[in-house]
């Protein structure tokens, strides 16, 4: 069946412009969550959906990152303002019992 | 907080040796253990994972990994590695329960020689 899809896969924004990336779970996965793939950071946590509601923000670097989930699939990872560290590669994935299935990601470059 | 060390930031093995891939964690109790393996400009796809029972788990692509409690250590291996397995491996935990983030390693880069 299909996959964690992610969209773009790629986009290049400027510094201060704001972006939008988008993640289509697996149909039927109820958890959700976005992570960031940084060279400095390496892989960290960002945000977790259980349905449309997120328990845990802990991850979110400040507060020009949101995210929303809407009908308990598409999330929209949505960063305001964007700065040159920001630039990373975002991860999406969803969650069926304890396994995360992840998504091809989105890699953001922020000039 | 918990946290995972991979020791080894880069690996070169010749095809056809043995492999194995250092992983340990720091937690309260005994999280859930996970192995991904990112190829170049693509995601990361889940070699195996332990949550409980057999310490000796196996995975796909032939790996396998061995869960010790005693050294908090679930070390990754291969008997005989594929030039293919070249890739980035990433060793995670997650606590036990209904949220499970899971909390990464730093890495190990795998390359292989023919």
């Known amino acids: 069946g299909a996959g964690v899809s992610q969209s773009p896969s790629n986009k290049v924004t400027e510094k201060g412009k704001d972006v939008e990336l988008r993640c289509d779970p697996i149909?039927?996965?109820?958890?959700l969550y976005w992570y960031r793939q940084s060279l400095g950071q390496g892989l960290e946590f960002l945000i977790y959906?259980?349905?449309?509601?997120?328990?845990?923000k802990s991850g979110l670097p400040s507060d020009r990152f949101s995210a929303e989930r809407t009908g308990g699939s598409v999330s929209t990872l949505t960063i305001q303002r964007t700065q040159q560290e920001d630039s990373a590669v975002y991860l999406c994935?969803?969650?069926?019992?304890?396994?995360?299935?992840f998504g091809p990601g989105t890699r953001l470059t922020v000039l | 907080a918990q946290s995972v060390t991979q020791p080894d930031i880069h690996i070169t093995v010749s095809e056809g040796a043995s492999l194995e891939l250092r992983c340990n964690y720091s937690?309260?109790?005994?999280?859930?253990l996970f192995w991904y393996v990112q190829s170049p400009g693509q995601g990361l796809q889940l070699l195996l994972k332990?949550?409980?029972?057999?310490?000796l788990v196996q995975g796909i692509k032939g790996f396998e990994a061995e869960f010790k409690r005693s050294q908090s250590s679930f070390n990754l291996r291969k008997p005989s590695v594929h030039w293919s397995d070249a890739a980035e491996y990433f060793c995670?935990?997650?606590?036990?329960?209904?949220?499970?983030?899971?909390?990464f390693g730093t890495g190990t880069r795998l390359q292989v020689t023919l």
């Open positions: 995670a935990v997650a606590p036990t329960g209904t949220a499970s983030k899971l909390t």
């Open positions: 332990y949550f409980s029972g057999d310490t």
């Open positions: 994935a969803s969650r069926r019992y304890n396994e995360q299935f």
């Open positions: 937690y309260g109790a005994t999280p859930y």
């Open positions: 149909s039927g996965h109820t958890a």
């Open positions: 959906f259980q349905g449309n509601s997120a328990p845990d």
